[in-house]
């Protein structure tokens, strides 16, 4: 005969409740809900893909060096795709001040008002014409009595072309701000000081036609490859120096920060190995040395 469990224990059998629907509920829920686990890939088909694609890979790096050391040669110094100028602080996509004053520096460095007017893409040809040999100063942060609805401004860049002044071009820099509507005021004041004003702002290609406000768009990688080519008409003339260099560092910043172009690609392609890329990135630098081919 088996023997009869103590009173304790069934007491503590009896006060125990059964939980054994809750624990089938959450089974229930931990099937439907928890997130699947991660399957372990397959490296020997990963490998044979990678190995698949290594003569279209080594093809494209060859095209991109090729476009690479045309424009080297162009440039007699590194193409700044070679260069990396993505990591500095000063350099960083929101610092709109940074561009401002580094894009005035290179406009005075460029000295030419034909070639200035081309890098912003200004193509109204009596202004042209009117431009074309006078002298020039930029001026920074330059005050206007209108700007946004009531209250007065400061347009990034004004260039003043002559002496006396003939032509006036304002020049609007963003890089994150998307403060528009300030440049109705922008025109209207300049047009007071001088007849004949052109207005650009400098900007991503996205900025919607209704909020340009009088303004005309130059977009950063309009701008990047303008800048190419000028600078390399710059360096026909002066040949390679510290200024030349500086200026270059600029389309570098443009076109690592504000564009996102990356350098891991174009090292790679410099060093015979094959690279990924998009090929906007070719685009790019084949649109820099049509002019100059």
Known sequence: MPALPDSWSLISEMRQPDHTADLIQWAEWGKAYAPPRLSRPDWPAVEILIEAAQPRLLEDSKALRELLERSTDQLKSSDPFLCDLGIHRW?????????????????????????????????????????????????????????????????????????????????EVKTSDENYEKQRGYVQSLRRFCPRVECVLVANDDVPQDRLFGFKLQTWEDLSVALRQAIAGYIQSHDVNAISTMMLGFVGAIEQNLLGYGIAAPRRAWENRPALFPEDLSDHLRRALEVHT
């Open 91 to 171: 350099l960083e996509t929101d610092r709109e001040e940074s561009y401002s004053d580094w894009l005035a520096w290179v406009l005075e460095q460029l000295n030419q008002a034909s070639v200035i007017l081309r890098v912003l893409h200004v193509q109204d040809p009596k202004l042209v014409a009117t431009c074309e040999g006078q002298p020039y100063r930029v001026e920074r942060e330059a005050g206007v009595k209108e700007g946004c609805p009531g209250s007065s401004g400061r347009v990034d860049l004004v260039v003043h072309f002559g002496e006396p002044e003939v032509a006036v071009l304002g020049i």
